[in-house]
């Protein structure tokens, strides 16, 4: 073989690129799956936060870590997650991974009225506002008036721009999200250059 190769050293700079082009591909799809992925923001349901056609991080090693220890990722209050659309139809073009902010959890009561968005639990049986805690404010009062408690294994997401039908969340149409179907917890914009920050 090593004589062949000095015979032919073309055929050895082919193979020579072809293992680095099959390494590149296997190091890249473990990245995606274990470690982090990236993702477009389309649309503007979480302006002010993020707006169309940014570039975003997602931290799948959060994720990862918990499948290992065989336990189901729950991400926290008020985090931006990004999940796998739980109505995603490819034939009505609907879109398959969506940017939001984590509202509620199982077992929690969640009512939007006169504009504010109210959680109920047992640490707050009269209810708190968990726009109140979120260092980025939503843009807009909630709209719509609605009741709902969180089912077994769901979460509750919102867009942060809550005005009219910009987004398309726990509040209108999307319904509750399996926790399943969570890729894991924004950690980085990376694109435009001009507005990267962490989360």
Do not use: C
């Amino acid at each position: 073989m090593k004589e062949y190769f000095s015979r032919y050293p073309i055929v050895k700079d082919v193979v020579a690129v072809a293992i680095f082009a099959i390494f590149v591909a296997v190091g890249t799809i473990f990245v995606n799956a274990f470690l982090f992925r990236s993702y477009t923001v389309q649309g503007p349901s979480m302006e002010p936060t993020f707006h169309t056609d940014d570039r975003v991080l997602v931290n799948r090693l959060a994720v990862t870590i918990d499948q290992l220890q065989n336990k189901r990722f729950k991400p926290q209050r008020g985090q931006v997650i990004v999940f796998r659309n739980p109505r995603y139809d490819s034939v009505n073009d609907r879109v398959e991974y969506i940017v939001k902010r984590v509202i509620a959890f199982e077992g929690e009561r969640v009512t939007v009225k006169d504009g504010v968005l109210t959680v109920y639990n047992a640490e707050h049986p009269e209810g708190f506002h968990p726009d109140d805690t979120f260092p980025d404010k939503p843009g807009s009062p909630s709209s719509g008036n609605s009741d709902v408690t969180v089912g077994k294994d769901m979460i509750y997401v919102a867009g942060d721009h809550r005005q009219d039908n910009y987004s398309y969340d726990s509040r209108n149409g999307l319904g509750q999200v399996p926790l399943f179907d969570v890729m894991g917890p924004v950690f980085l914009r990376i694109l435009p250059l001009t507005s990267v920050r962490g989360f």
